[in-house]
């Protein structure tokens, strides 16, 4: 399955109509060599995946964009359907296959697949079957797409990810998780919510497990520059710690609310991914709270895990993690996250 077939081959006996409607001028030279093509491939065409998706298309984000997924009838439906805003949108090529020969000399592979939890069944049981349908993902796009960053979405994303770069045998810093990027958004506007102020000025992160260990860096706030815990202590003004741990407690439901309200999440992802995309193909070196190999940071060890760090991301995937001050319970806080992560993996066997 591929794109529609052009417009310019739809004259007679389907004659190609470019050529009588241009015509080249003189002494022309090759297309510079320096020209970047954009190419992005999306796994998984569900609820997050398109998205995603649209979002990447009507932000300008890429050249061609690959979709990929194993219902072809749900897969041909979809890139018609984003085929048909082609008046309404940037130029891109769309293209859609069951085949992962679609996605060859991708700059960037975001993979949303993921089985979905029967009733009764364990969140072991689970994992175990969504690395059964990666072992099917992950070493196809690493052989179509050596050179590509992996970007994983799908839950549970730490330990997926970490899948991902022990199938793919890319180097770490080009195997993402999109970890807490979106919890530390769903952060930001409480805390602007609660002051009333622009989220946008809000410098405040999530980091440790997407799920239920994650962290609060609380100490690292700040708001228009201001640190927030300091200023309060500064001027004398009290503050409840359960004030601050209802604020997590909120981020952590806040996901559960918005799936049992409407069934699932897909716009917030959807823009937090696309965030994601931009920092890594416009180079943007932006930090960003992103699942990486943390082994050897902020003191966690005991073995290879990926967790949300402060990352800055670049075009080259992971460029470096921010080298933040922490009080001592986050740094004990962010080990036990650690530590959660891995008592997974190792049910795993991996």
């Not at 009080?327 to 049910?347: C, G, N, P």
């Amino acid at each position: 399955m591929h794109h529609s077939a052009s417009a310019s081959s739809l004259g007679p006996g389907g004659l190609d109509l470019s050529q009588a409607f241009f015509k080249p001028i003189q002494n022309t030279a090759s297309p510079s060599s320096t020209k970047r093509h954009t190419k992005v491939s999306v796994i998984g065409v569900g609820n997050v995946g398109m998205a995603i998706a649209q979002t990447i298309l009507t932000q300008d984000l890429a050249d061609e964009l690959a979709l990929i997924d194993a219902k072809a009838d749900k897969l041909r439906g979809e890139m018609l359907d984003l085929q048909h805003a082609a008046a309404f949108l940037p130029r891109t090529k769309i293209v859609a296959s069951v085949d992962y020969a679609v996605t060859v000399g991708s700059d960037l592979c975001i993979v949303t697949a993921g089985a979905r939890q029967n009733p009764g069944e364990s969140r072991l049981n689970l994992l175990q079957r969504n690395v059964a349908l990666f072992s099917h993902i992950i070493p196809p796009l690493a052989k179509y797409s050596p050179d590509s960053i992996l970007l994983i979405v799908s839950n549970p994303v730490d330990v997926l990810t970490y899948v991902s770069w022990k199938m793919s045998g890319f180097p770490s810093n080009r195997v993402i998780g999109s970890g807490t990027n979106l919890d530390s958004s769903r952060f930001r506007f409480l805390i602007a919510d609660h002051l009333d102020v622009n989220a946008q000025d809000v410098q405040a992160y999530i980091v440790g497990e997407h799920g239920d260990s994650s962290v609060a860096l609380w100490s690292t706030i700040s708001i228009g520059g201001v640190p927030v815990l300091s200023f309060l202590e500064k001027q004398q003004i009290a503050y409840e710690k359960e004030t601050l741990e209802n604020i997590h407690k909120a981020v952590v439901e806040s996901a559960y609310e918005v799936i049992s309200l409407k069934g699932y999440t897909s716009w917030a992802i959807g823009y937090s991914v696309a965030n994601l995309a931009r920092s890594l193909l416009r180079d943007q070196r932006k930090i960003h709270p992103v699942s990486v190999l943390a082994k050897g940071f902020y003191g966690i060890d005991g073995g290879d895990v990926f967790l949300s760090l402060p990352t800055q991301l670049g075009r080259g995937g992971v460029l470096g993690v921010t080298n933040i001050h922490l009080t001592d319970e986050e740094m004990e806080r962010l080990r036990e996250s650690a530590k959660t992560i891995l008592e997974v993996q190792s049910q795993l066997g991996m």
